[in-house]
């Protein structure tokens, strides 16, 4: 399970994956150059200048985190105060050690120069979220984001969700005296706000309050940012929901492309799949990763009955798909790694007969499921050997020989996507109630409700000194706006003198920042704020770094442009050109796929889906479509 899934390609994989990366908008300015800091970044919009009243501000105009910040290094040339405003010009010098940010009850520490660039706009700069807010009312825009978005971003969308609702709670009622209302809206779950016109959420749930905004809040576009799929997805599911019409824009004109959903749409995928229809083994199902393309899923259902899955939802799949039918052949595609972790978890469970009974399986995995059932399915678990996602990747043997020498006490979180060695670790701290393995909701969950544990514990028998609780981030960086935002709501409830210690395990090959040198401070690497290295060790994705807060506010601008050109007659509107470039791929447009519309083939595996989350079932029409495919191979 520890071995690098499809080895002999993945050299050459990686080669051209950080390749096709020195093109993205990264902070670089190109692969072997110096990296520049966020306060020193600038980008130019090629758009004419617009009539829009919406204000623009460039990154290096924005005010930097106001949060009370501790450093782990003493420069004694200079006064440190209390609320020191965060300078991401100062560079720490590297430890043997991950850099990590703590949270505590009176502010946050960041510990490293990547964790420093992470830290540094936590805080949101109220202007922005003022000009953002102010542009996406007149313009009657939602906005969709993937928790993977930049920590700067994330802030600012945070907040004008947040404002959102609470204009809207305001006018509604007019109690500005409700302190448990108001408090909800400051302090609690954003995407369970009904009125906020943002939404920060995993790729499936995009979709959902993509159509909340538009049904209930009157949104007439939508705004993804995430990468192309998942545009791509969130209009396929307005569509089905009956708002097709309404139009959903990218960040960007350029291609937002996916490591893993690329994997899917290789031919060799294609014949792995064609090699399931013809397989004699058994009635097959394909359950497909949600993170693909409308494209891959379709062709997938032309060849092979498909259902999609989530990191949080696949082990129940393939659970209850066993059941529904027992001799059901699973291809599990296309992130190699979260399949064999899938297969390493139940040869776990299997090996471990004294912990893992008939019983337990019953009570804690499927009601109708017992250790021999699991080893048939486990058999019957195909894996495609050649797909991974190029962030999760890199958490390879340097990360995980650091994470059990250096952090053996800690709490180890890992998404399902990441290579086995470090799944491994984070699996058997699982069984001992010191870690998570899941989808990014698991993981916000788990650190949640460890926090509240202890804090409770605090409260019964407090301690003399804080209690600080390390947790490894075995998933990408940008998920720890939201932790960082629940962490803090939970201490301020509480009171307690507890503290969360965020860990990003990247390699220290990666960490490669300089002290004292006037021409090369920063060199790629954590420290240049990208947290990547095929040393081993990525804290963030290159293609999601594509949507960036300039690049969103020149959006806006091009909307309340075509707006307002559509009403002046006879005038080009060279903003509604603009914003076709914006919108998802259209490759399934008016294609169809052995007698049947493409697009309703590719959405066919999320209803399926659908059907499952709501009835815990596989649909009849699946079950039906299998076991056909058995007959007809």
């Known amino acids: 399970v520890g071995s690098s899934p499809g080895s002999s390609n993945i050299s050459s994989w990686s080669s051209n994956a950080v390749q096709r990366m020195s093109t993205f908008p990264l902070k670089a300015k190109s692969p072997a150059s110096t990296m520049v800091l966020p306060n020193q970044r600038r980008r130019s919009s090629n758009l004419a200048p617009s009539k829009s009243s919406l204000p623009r501000l460039e990154t290096s105009q924005r005010n930097k985190s106001t949060v009370s910040l501790t450093y782990d290094y003493y420069d004694e040339t200079t006064e440190y105060q209390d609320d020191y405003v965060f300078d991401g010009s100062i560079v720490a010098e590297n430890t043997a050690t991950f850099p990590s940010i703590v949270i505590a009850p009176d502010g946050i520490v960041p510990q490293g120069s990547f964790a420093e660039a992470q830290a540094e706009y936590l805080d949101p700069d109220l202007e922005a979220v003022d000009a953002l807010y102010d542009g996406l009312v007149e313009s009657n825009i939602g906005i969709v984001a993937h928790y993977y978005m930049d920590v700067e971003i994330q802030s600012i969308l945070q907040a004008v969700g947040r404002k959102s609702a609470r204009m809207t709670y305001e006018k509604k009622s007019g109690d500005l005296n409700d302190t448990a209302a108001l408090d909800q809206i400051e302090n609690g779950d954003l995407n369970k706000l009904s009125d906020s016109i943002v939404s920060i959420a995993d790729s499936l749930a995009m979709g959902d309050h993509a159509v909340r905004m538009v049904r209930d809040l009157g949104a007439t576009s939508i705004v993804c940012l995430g990468v192309d799929f998942m545009a791509e997805s969130v209009q396929a599911i307005l569509d089905k929901n009956g708002y097709g019409h309404v139009p959903v824009y990218r960040a960007t004109q350029r291609a937002i492309g996916c490591s893993l959903a690329e994997s899917a749409e290789s031919r060799s995928y294609r014949a792995w799949l064609q090699m399931a229809a013809d397989s004699q083994k058994g009635p097959p199902l394909h359950v497909v990763y949600i993170n693909t393309s409308l494209e891959s899923k379709a062709m997938s259902s032309s060849i092979v009955p498909t259902i999609t899955c989530t990191s949080s939802n696949v082990l129940r799949t393939i659970l209850q798909a066993s059941v529904q039918i027992p001799d059901v052949q699973i291809y599990y595609g296309p992130d190699t790694y979260m399949g064999e972790n899938l297969v390493s978890l139940f040869d776990a469970i299997l090996q471990s007969p004294e912990t893992w009974s008939d019983e337990r399986v019953r009570n804690d995995l499927h009601p109708e499921h017992n250790r021999e059932t699991l080893r048939i399915l486990r058999d019957n678990i195909s894996v495609f050997p050649n797909g991974n996602c190029v962030v999760h990747h890199m958490f390879g043997g340097d990360v995980v020989k650091t994470v059990k020498e250096e952090y053996a006490d800690a709490y180890v979180t890992a998404h399902l996507e990441v290579p086995g060695e470090m799944f491994q670790i984070a699996m058997e701290k699982s069984l001992e109630g010191k870690g998570a393995v899941g989808s990014t909701s698991n993981i916000l969950e788990f650190i949640s409700d460890k926090v509240k544990e202890v804090s409770a514990e605090e409260a019964i028998n407090p301690s003399s000194a804080a209690r600080r609780l390390q947790f490894v981030l075995g998933t990408e960086a940008g998920m720890v706006t939201s932790i960082v935002k629940a962490v803090k709501t939970i201490l301020d409830a509480t009171g307690q003198q507890v503290e969360a210690e965020i860990i990003f395990p990247v390699a220290s090959e990666a960490m490669t920042a300089t002290v004292g040198d006037d021409h090369l401070a920063v060199v790629p690497g954590v420290s240049g704020s990208e947290g990547c290295s095929t040393a081993g060790g990525c804290a963030t994705c290159p293609f999601m770094k594509m949507n960036d807060l ?82 007809s191979s």
Not at 590 to 599: C, F, Q, S
Not at 614 to 622: C, H, N, R, V
């Open 550 to 631: 300039d690049a969103l506010t020149d959006l806006i601008t091009m909307v309340n442009d075509a707006q307002e050109t559509r009403n002046i007659e006879n005038h080009a509107n060279f903003s509604q050109v603009s914003l076709n470039g914006h919108l998802p791929p259209q490759r399934l447009k008016g294609k169809m796929l052995n007698g049947r519309n493409a697009i309703e083939l590719g959405v066919l595996p999320i209803m399926h889906m659908r059907h499952f989350m709501a009835k815990q079932e596989l649909p009849d029409e699946l079950v039906q479509s299998v076991h056909a495919a058995n007959r």
